[in-house]
């Protein structure tokens, strides 16, 4: 079965192949999903994400969901020396680029509970699948009709950052102007809450970050620069070639 | 004299192309036996360039020596001539392929790409996918 939603400003499609699983397995991913948007939308004022960035909530009453999320961000934020700060000057609290990679990977991990098998699931660019093989296109940089290449994954995560759909959204946390070194960054890890969280963070560290993600363990990195030069890890998983042993897997 | 100078230094790139290619996947540690540490030598193409070996340094994981090459006072190249065989280490030295930009159009199941809006996802290969399986 397949159903499309929109949810948090983005479409997620869901195609699950698994004829067994019942339809309220899908229900609760996508419940899962309007939750998320509810309780950590920096654009709804009600929000707990809202409410903490305002100062009206500080991190002893917050949900252990968001702690989860802030130490992720944490995290990040000094992982890439600050290039990757979810509390920029002027701009508020915003932790989406964390939230939208984990809320999907703990809407896979509701599907798996619930007994899936084979499931590809899409949200926004940012896919989780599971039981493959499972062919993603990575979508091309100028060309929004055009794949730059093919994967092939069995269980994994894939998340891409640019700029060609929503503009210059990823700010530098060290400089506070927008991340243009590179056209595009894909990263393939285990879970979609890393795949995500290093995208992301190596899209704002620039032309470094690319190496950046690529030393990240069990992350696999395919990066377009500014001048259109692929630069990608050895164990990359293209559809076709026989992947070779990678730094970041071994 | 003069003439022997760039010979040395055509051997000492040609030694570092042999160590860039080595192979990744040994299962042993790399070693290089050959260099006094620490030392310096001018290589060819500037005249200001210089390739430098650090001391080989015995950590618990086991022993490690970079080589840094300089153009006057800028690094221009880092690479470690040593380095344990061992998982941390290895996921810290990525190895990066370069290629080139490709477009292209294949059968797949999804596309990943940036956040895509809701409004340009009607337009989107994903759309199409969707659609498709419907």
């Not at chain 1, 899908?26 to 999903?33: A, C, G, P, T, Y």
């Not at chain 1, 377009?224 to 076709?240: H, S, Y």
């Not at chain 2, 540690?29 to 050959?34: A, F, L, N, P, Y």
């Not at chain 2, 360039?49 to 650090?54: C, I, L």
Request: glycine content about 8%; hydrophobic content about 40%.
């Amino acid at each position: 079965m397949r159903r499309v939603e929109h949810v948090m400003g983005f479409p997620v499609s869901l195609r699950l192949d698994d004829q067994d699983v019942p339809t309220a397995a899908v229900d609760v991913v996508f419940d899962w999903l309007h939750e998320v948007d509810e309780r950590f939308s920096p654009f709804k004022p009600g929000s707990e994400v809202s409410r903490h960035g305002r100062g009206e909530l500080a991190r002893h009453e917050l949900s252990a969901e968001l702690v989860e999320v802030l130490d992720l961000c944490e995290h990040y934020r000094e992982a890439t020396g600050g290039a990757f700060d979810v509390r920029l000057p002027g701009r508020g609290f915003d932790p989406c680029a964390v939230v939208k990679g984990w809320s999907v990977q703990r809407g896979a991990q509701l599907l798996r509970a619930s007994g899936a098998r084979r499931f590809c699931l899409n949200a926004g660019g940012d896919v989780v699948v599971s039981g493959g093989p499972w062919r993603a296109g990575v979508r091309h940089p100028e060309h929004a009709d055009q794949l730059c290449t093919v994967l092939e994954l069995t269980d994994a995560a894939v998340a891409t950052s640019a700029r060609y759909e929503r503009g210059d959204h990823i700010i530098d946390g060290r400089t506070g102007r927008p991340a243009t070194a590179l056209l595009s960054v894909t990263v393939v890890a285990a879970t979609l809450t890393e795949a995500d969280s290093v995208a992301t963070a190596a899209f704002a560290m620039g032309a470094a970050g690319i190496e950046w993600a690529a030393s990240q363990a069990g992350c696999e990195v395919f990066a377009v620069d500014a001048g259109g030069q692929v630069l990608r890890t050895a164990g990359f998983p293209v559809a076709g070639e026989e992947p070779e042993q990678s730094a970041a897997v071994a | 004299m003069k003439r022997a100078i760039p010979v040395v230094a055509f051997s000492i790139v040609g030694l570092i192309s042999v160590w860039r290619y080595e192979p990744s996947l040994g299962p042993a540690e790399s070693t290089v036996t050959t260099a006094p540490t620490p030392s310096a030598s001018s290589s060819a193409g500037s005249a200001s360039a210089k390739v430098v070996k650090g001391a080989t340094i015995t950590t618990e994981k086991g022993p490690v020596q970079v080589q840094v090459t300089f153009d006057g006072d800028e690094i221009t190249a880092v690479k470690l001539l040593q380095q344990p065989n061992h998982p941390q280490t290895k996921a810290a030295v990525p190895k990066l392929v370069a290629a080139t930009l490709q477009a292209q159009s294949a059968d797949v199941d999804t596309v990943t790409g940036a956040t895509i809006t809701s409004e340009a996802y009607k337009e989107s290969l994903q759309a199409a996918l969707d659609a498709k399986g419907a």
